[in-house]
């Protein structure tokens, strides 16, 4: 199985986040310039499997699952939005000694990736942000849901497995790759999985994107963006292009919400040549 393959090469490291020491799992393969790669909702860092790991050749590739998803903790008692996030990606990379990085965000990852570069400019060199939550655009209804306790309380293990398995074959653009989403629904497999996985869903908070101003962002960006995603629309890269001063759109026609998914390879090709300066 795929997904135990990479579990199985992830390593650990125990980060401190809101005074919370939280065990972090993330895949780090390569040497060179580092490149972070952060997952969104409901996914982990198995999103970046057909990415992450053909740029080990040149790079350093650091691939962690954020707190609450994944192989990182995920028992309760710990804020898991992006603005904890943001300071677990810091801790990590504190305690990895790596300075600066390309940081490369998906959906609530992006979120977190723009906050960072706005926070911290020095850290970030360069910024790809893919179907990003930004400004108001977020949460979506069905996430929003799930994050309600009694809502989780009335539902099994398989109840929210079908449900995120649905969310997936209902918004991938092409036939589903069942050996991925085998990946994404590993995770929430347990009674504390679906637990964490409602915790993460009621931590999106619109704030902590709606608080920083996109155009205080230093790092040369690519927005490499899903053009048909109905989750993250197009129409919020544009808005990035214009607020952040060295920005690109590029947007691939035919993928959805899950660009790096449906177009693997268009979304490598662009990503690499972003990475050369090309």
């Known amino acids: ?66 707190v609450g998803y994944g192989n990182s903790a995920m028992h309760d008692g710990f804020d898991r939005s992006i603005r904890a996030q943001e300071e677990m990606i810091d801790g990590l990379l504190d305690e990895l000694g790596v300075d600066p990085v390309t940081f490369v965000g998906h959906d609530l990852g992006g979120g977190v990736g723009l906050r960072y570069a706005v926070h911290e400019p020095e850290a970030v060199d360069r910024l790809v942000l893919s179907n990003a939550v930004s400004y108001d655009s977020w949460p979506i209804e069905t996430i929003v849901d799930l994050g309600i306790p009694s809502t989780i309380d009335e539902m099994s293990v398989d109840d929210v497995q079908e449900m995120v398995e649905k969310i997936f074959r209902s918004t991938l653009a092409g036939d589903p790759d069942e050996a991925f989403l085998e990946g994404m629904l590993a995770p929430w497999n347990t009674e504390e999985g679906i637990v964490s996985l409602s915790r993460n869903a009621i931590a999106t908070n619109t704030s902590h994107t709606t608080e920083i101003d996109p155009g205080e962002v230093t790092a040369q960006t690519l927005l490499l963006w899903g053009g048909d995603d109905e989750f993250q629309p197009m129409e919020y890269a544009e808005r990035l292009e214009s607020d952040v001063s060295d920005a690109e759109l590029v947007g691939l026609d035919g993928a959805n919400h899950w660009v790096m998914v449906d177009q693997p390879e268009a979304y490598l090709d662009r990503l690499h040549s972003f990475l050369e300066g090309a």
């Open 1 to 66: 199985m795929e997904y135990e393959r990479w579990t199985s090469e992830q390593r650990t490291e125990t980060v401190s986040v809101d005074e919370h020491d939280l065990e972090v799992a993330y895949y780090d393969e390569g040497n060179g310039e580092p490149i972070v790669f952060c997952h969104g909702i409901p996914t982990s860092s198995f999103l970046w499997r057909e990415i992450a790991p053909p740029l080990a050749d040149d790079y350093r590739v650091i691939v962690p699952d954020m």
